[in-house]
């Protein structure tokens, strides 16, 4: 089992820039692939970047793509989301997932692919 803390969202003004950290508790980190999400107001969650266990695979959704950077430091059992150029359409409360699935390969950009979830940390971007 694995806890996952959210933190770092916040106020920005749009082409502004906001990194978020996500901690994990437990010793078995480096198992897990690690999802970010989002969900704005009424709208469905929807995928937003995924890492494989080592760090060595990446994905991004084609909305955030070459704005957004994620990345993990297994030492610190913490996954982070560096947003860059944002957006108001990148409002949202974001939440990190993780997935026990086997394997160094990318997660699933479906959330039904993740055993365990944050509580969300919201950002909110002005124009």
């Known amino acids: 089992q694995v806890q996952l803390v959210e933190s770092g969202g916040g106020l920005v003004q749009a082409g502004g820039s906001l990194r978020l950290s996500c901690a994990a508790s437990?010793?078995?980190?480096?198992?897990?692939?690690m999802g970010w999400f989002r969900q704005a107001p009424a709208k469905e969650r929807e995928f937003v970047a995924a890492?494989?266990?080592?760090?060595?695979?990446?994905d991004y959704a084609d909305s955030v793509k070459g704005r957004f950077t994620i990345s993990r430091d297994n030492a610190k059992n913490t996954v982070y989301l560096q947003m860059n150029s944002l957006k108001s359409e990148d409002t949202a409360v974001y939440y990190c997932?993780?997935?026990?699935?086997?394997?160094?390969?990318?997660?699933?950009?479906?959330?039904?692919?993740?055993?365990?979830w944050g509580q969300g940390t919201q950002v909110t971007v002005s124009s």
């Open positions: 997932a993780a997935s026990s699935a086997l394997g160094d390969l990318i997660p699933s950009r479906f959330s039904s692919g993740y055993q365990y």
């Open positions: 890492i494989s266990r080592s760090g060595a695979n990446t």
């Open positions: 437990g010793r078995t980190f480096n198992n897990y692939r």
